[in-house]
């Protein structure tokens, strides 16, 4: 049972180009979690998906950031016009979403270089 | 957003010792959870609990799901070299997962 995917592991952008993170969570779950962690520091919340709905954006910058979780395919944190301020680590998590319960598992994370 | 209560925030022990840290938060959780986080890596999950006053082992790892709902710990017996990196509990209310902001434990051989 292949864990939380996400890809790429690193990206190296220059300040004012977009960045794409995917994340594919496991098998058999349909909830997504991003969140982002700066160098010794804890997880920041960012947005919380089910399929084609964002039911939880409170932890996001309003502006140049989004997040998708199409019907079909990856989760998709897009940054446009970066900045060196959003060099860190985005990390996605996801769980079954059946209620009650839960247990969340996370990826490997992506590594947001900003030159 | 809510974050726990979680300490201590730093810890040096000799190799072979045993270790306690634990979280709390002044809400309601139905579920608490227990993550190891190595350097360039994501959280993995070491210990799920789901019901209060639940006890937990994994190895030399044992968490308690406290009985106000309000609290865990989580216990290492035994340190040894690799159980250095970041420890972070997370609670779920129902509808939000809450993350401690982390416990980082180093082991002196």
């Known amino acids: 049972n292949a864990g939380v995917m996400q890809n790429p592991r690193h990206l190296v952008r220059r300040r004012g180009q977009e960045a794409r993170l995917r994340c594919s969570p496991m098998k058999g779950h349909s909830h997504v979690y991003w969140y982002r962690q700066l160098p010794e520091e804890g997880l920041k919340f960012m947005v919380y998906l089910q399929k084609e709905n964002i039911i939880d954006e409170s932890g996001m910058p309003k502006e140049r950031f989004s997040a998708e979780f199409p019907k079909e395919g990856p989760s998709i944190l897009r940054i446009q016009q970066v900045v060196r301020g959003d060099s860190a680590a985005y990390f996605c998590?996801?769980?079954?979403?059946?209620?009650?319960?839960?247990?969340?598992?996370f990826g490997p994370g992506t590594r947001l270089l900003v030159l | 957003g809510q974050q726990l209560n979680q300490s201590p925030q730093s810890m040096f022990i000799q190799e072979g010792e045993d270790v306690s840290m634990n979280c709390t938060s002044s809400s309601i959780f139905n579920t608490w959870l227990w993550y190891k986080q190595d350097p360039g890596e994501g959280p993995v999950l070491l210990i799920a609990l789901y019901k209060a006053g639940e006890l937990t082992s994994n190895g030399r790892l044992t968490a308690q799901f406290g009985i106000t709902r309000k609290d865990s710990f989580l216990n290492i017996s035994a340190s040894i070299p690799s159980d250095v990196g970041i420890y972070f509990c997370?609670?779920?209310?129902?509808?939000?997962?809450?993350f401690g902001t982390g416990t980082s434990l180093t082991v002196i051989p």
């Open positions: 998590a996801s769980s079954r979403g059946t209620g009650g319960a839960e247990t969340q598992y």
């Open positions: 997370a609670g779920f209310t129902g509808n939000q997962f809450y």
